[in-house]
């Protein structure tokens, strides 16, 4: 299922990562309510802070998201206090690329790449008539 958030230009993606997890409701193949809780998360090294993983954690999300460098380095000096590096499984990242070419075949729109609209609802509103005429089409 698709959950959009609107952002402001300067705003950074992940401090939205919350809200754009509790919008996903994923279908059940069988009856019953949608799940609210994703089986697994794939994101970019942008996403890799200690508050993401801590709300992954807690939600019991598995989640694919590549440690920093400078994370990484500053986990080794600490030596032993630093705790284990995060799980990271190379194949399940690479099919983080689908999540990429949905965002690029969104910006093949005009009015959602160049974003003329001044409220956020309004721009809201193209992005989502955006993604319902790529879903159409496939």
Known sequence: MLSLVITPGQC?????FEA???????P?????????KPDSVSADKGYSNRRTRRYLRRRGIRHVIPEKRDQAAGRARRGRAGGR???FDKHRYKKRNTVERAINKLKTFRAVATRFDKRGYVYLGTVTAAALVIWLRS
Do not use: K, N, S, Y
């Open 28 to 36: 059940r193949l069988g009856c019953g309510r949608p799940r609210t």
């Open 12 to 16: 950074a993606d992940c401090t939205r």
């Open 20 to 26: 754009v997890l509790e919008g996903i409701r994923v």
């Open 85 to 87: 590096p995060a799980g």
